[in-house]
């Protein structure tokens, strides 16, 4: 190609030579005196009509010639559209070999791939140390439907992005790395699914996922996205570079949009233009009336001398239909309509307007309308300013040159950010490892993991001695004010047990079973958190206290305790309680003790809800200078008078007659003591109690050598101890019932506890949202600024050292 193309002859200086004779000759002919026909004369003169006749004729001899040349022109143009596609065909053939691995070369392919990892790394990294991203891309910027995402796909040979009728379509930059390849394929950064541009089904998914990630991107109430979507194409013949297609600038905010649509996007626009070595590709819908744009005056304001702008009029074929003045087209493609300046001018067409149209039909339809256009016939477009192929060369050739230009100072500039940081790092945590989100995280899920086994070295003894507390102090206050108190105002010893059966069947059946799981429960919770945080005073390090508790809590929330145990449990707690038989003397004292230690707690907290009801005595009042309040003092004056009740009436029944209150009631008023008969029972409620109490200890004391009585069932015995028997099958209910916990903890629940907090631990692994949230602080930020500039830094310095290669 490149020997055929020697032998051509320069079409532009030929045709540039023609203008200047066809002016000539119009000038000779209007400026020669001699040629002016006079009514002075009396006839035309022989000489005059003899050049007259020599002129028309060399202007015939022009045209001829200039018809010839196009038909030259267009011959040889034929030939190089056919080398050019068996050119092609050959490049597809070699590169298939060398995807084989039968001729092992450094493809083109790589280096754009390498620069491309590199901006995609940077798109990710949030510059703190003013280390902006100032590597070159081609920024493709437009109004809304200006034609700006076609020109992107007949650069990329494929249609690839969703379109819509008129609505907006892009809705977040879309960034679209182009490289040589065998096939003609598309995939996603994120993604290992390869998308073949040569067939319909997988063009369609192509499209509908890129649709649906920019949609996934656009926050709640917002209307477009700063998130980039990276998208590489590779294929045959396509030329290598990277470009950004942002969404179209708008003039006015529609229906439907956020109020603050117009102003994100000049945002993001901006953002991308005012990189120094960002080609600005500058789409112009030709079809409408150049003051119409809005896009021109942004870009004039981003590169006001057009050092970096590529300015594309789009619809060209629309144009020279509509407007009755071509040559305000040839005005645009010079730049002497617009105000803005520019490196290059390009006029192309993008098809007719059909969304069902092939790249190669538009590819044809763009030529033959070039071809009889006569914007190109007439010279008022040169014909390297026309096509979508031929910007496509300028396009990436000067994108190519700006990259060398500028990678090596920014490469530079990412080598002095990682030297502050290294500094900062040396300077602030000298004796840290350099650990990054991740590292951190896997590091905090190996101490948990450790954390968690540590429930199964737990002693059976510990576990039960911690569920059997905790059991009796969540259903203490049920047996002694539900169960035990009822059943002591019965008359005799037979009334006794059988309101004892009677309530634990129904406790046993309708509370017990739920109470001790959730005791069971609670101990797990309490057990798993005691152990981290005894784990923490191990040289723990503290970033990690945020990912804990979120992770304990997480795994205690999804952990469902397995209900059916609780069926088998009632049947043991069943089984447990019917028992009445104390087989020796250390079960008897057991039970004893039990029944002490619970009697003489309730004695001490009713004392102590007494004292708080009547105030400070004597004592406490002239030691600590303490008065009773005026109820007070009514309570102390209504206990006196209810003790000595209780003095005189020993056996009292646990409630007041009513002509016992009016007569409490009638002998506080004679010493001037309002009182209300409320107050009189409650006070004689907890007095009362009391006294049930203090006998109930007397008689447990009196039953301590009652053992050899219970043997003989209490005959011929006044001693009875039917109370001691209660606490002794409440105290084996809690030993069994706690045994029976512990074994469903360890053979079960642990473990399940266990997988919880594994699941939990790899969802968190998986998002990365969450583990920023849990692990921070200007110690993790500093380790993955670092580790991104390292990595910045040392893939620019592979792909310069690739670039030299190239070279």
Not at 406 to 423: G, H, I, M, P, Y
Not at 664 to 678: A, F, Q, T
Request: aromatic share 6%; hydrophobic share 35%; proline share 3%.
């Amino acid at each position: 190609m490149e020997e055929i193309a020697k032998l051509l002859p320069d079409f532009e200086k030929i045709g540039e030579n023609f203008t200047f004779l066809k002016s000539l000759l119009s000038s000779e002919t209007s400026g020669d005196p001699a040629l002016k026909a006079t009514d002075s004369t009396t006839g035309v003169a022989h000489d005059t009509s003899d050049k007259q006749y020599k002129k028309s004729s060399d202007k015939e001899k022009v045209d001829q010639l200039q018809e010839e040349l196009l038909r030259t022109q267009l011959k040889y143009q034929r030939m190089l559209e056919r080398l050019e596609k068996e050119n092609k065909e050959l490049r597809k053939v070699v590169l298939q070999r060398d995807d084989k691995g039968i001729h092992q070369r450094k493809a083109k392919k790589s280096l754009i791939d390498l620069y491309s990892e590199v901006l995609d790394i940077l798109s990710d990294y949030d510059a703190n140390y003013n280390t902006q991203d100032h590597l070159p891309r081609v920024v493709v910027v437009g109004d809304q439907s200006a034609g700006k995402t076609s020109v992107l796909e007949m650069i990329a040979q494929a249609r690839i992005f969703p379109r819509g009728s008129g609505e907006m379509m892009t809705r977040s930059p879309v960034k679209v790395t182009l490289s040589e390849g065998p096939h003609h394929v598309a995939m996603f950064k994120d993604s290992g699914r390869e998308f073949d541009l040569t067939k319909e089904e997988d063009l369609a998914a192509l499209r509908h996922e890129i649709e649906l990630r920019m949609r996934k991107s656009v926050k709640e109430g917002q209307t477009v996205s700063s998130e980039t979507i990276s998208l590489s194409v590779k294929g045959p013949g396509i030329q290598r570079m990277v470009l950004v297609d942002l969404p179209g600038v708008i003039s006015t905010v529609t229906t439907g949009m956020a109020s603050d649509t117009k102003e994100t996007i000049f945002s993001i626009s901006k953002a991308y233009m005012q990189n120094p070595n960002a080609i600005i590709l500058c789409i112009q819908d030709g079809s409408v009336d150049a003051e119409r744009s809005i896009v021109t005056d942004l870009v004039s304001q981003m590169d006001p001398q057009g050092k970096r702008t590529i300015f594309v009029l789009t619809k060209v074929d629309l144009a020279e239909k509509n407007l009755a003045s071509p040559s305000r087209i040839q005005q645009i493609v010079e730049g002497k309509l617009f105000p803005m300046k520019a490196l290059g001018y390009f006029a192309v067409v993008t098809g007719k307007g059909s969304p069902g149209e092939s790249i190669d039909a538009i590819k044809d339809y763009e030529e033959d309308f070039f071809q009889n256009s006569r914007l190109l016939r007439d010279g008022m477009l040169k014909a390297h300013q026309v096509t979508t192929k031929n910007l496509s060369l300028a396009v990436s050739d000067c994108f190519w040159k700006m990259v060398r230009e500028s990678v090596e100072q920014q490469a530079d500039v990412f080598k002095a950010s990682r030297f502050n940081l290294e500094t900062e790092w040396k300077n602030n945590y000298p004796r840290l490892r350099e650990l990054d989100r991740n590292e951190l995280f896997e590091k905090a899920k190996n101490e948990i993991l450790d954390e968690v086994i540590s429930l199964s070295q737990v002693t059976p003894q510990l576990w039960e001695s911690i569920l059997q507390k905790k059991l009796w102090e969540r259903v203490s206050t049920h047996v002694i004010e539900n169960i035990y108190l009822p059943a002591a105002q019965t008359i005799d010893s037979g009334t006794f047990n059988t309101t004892v059966d009677i309530k634990l069947k129904q406790w046993t059946d309708k509370q017990l079973p739920h109470k001790a799981l959730e005791v069971a429960w609670e101990t797990l919770q309490e057990e798993f958190a005691r152990f981290m945080a005894e784990y923490k005073g191990k040289d723990q390090d503290d970033i990690f206290d945020k990912l804990k508790e979120a992770v304990k809590d997480e795994s205690i929330k999804r952990h469902k305790w397995n209900e059916r145990a609780m069926d088998s449990l009632r049947v043991i707690q069943h089984n447990a309680l019917e028992d009445r038989s104390i087989t020796d003397k250390p079960q008897w004292d057991a039970a004893i003790q039990f029944m002490e230690e619970t009697l003489q707690s309730r004695l001490k907290d009713t004392e102590s809800v007494i004292r708080d009801m009547v105030g400070p005595d004597w004592k406490q009042r002239w030691l600590n200078w303490m008065n009773r309040t005026p109820d007070q003092h009514i309570r102390n004056e209504t206990k006196n008078e209810l003790d000595r009740l209780l003095k005189l009436h020993d056996d009292h029944t646990a409630y007041l007659a009513n002509d016992e209150v009016t007569t409490v009631r009638k002998n506080l008023e004679g010493r001037g003591v309002e009182v209300d008969p409320v107050l009189i029972k409650d006070t004689w409620h907890q007095l009362y109690r009391r006294h049930f109490l203090q006998k109930a200890l007397t008689h447990c004391n009196l039953c301590k050598r009652g053992f050899y009585y219970y043997q003989r069932h209490f005959v011929d015995s006044e001693l009875e101890c039917n109370d001691v028997v209660l606490f002794w099958r409440i105290q084996r209910m809690l030993v069994i019932t706690a045994n029976t916990l512990r074994q469903q903890l360890t053979n079960t629940e642990v473990r399940r506890l266990e997988k919880n907090v594994k699941e939990v631990l790899d969802d968190f692994g998986e998002d990365m949202e969450k583990k920023t949230q849990l692990i921070t602080g200007r110690r993790v930020q500093l380790a993955e600024d670092l580790k991104k500039v390292r990595e910045i830094q040392e893939k620019l310095e592979a792909f310069i050292e690739a670039l030299h290669k190239e070279k």
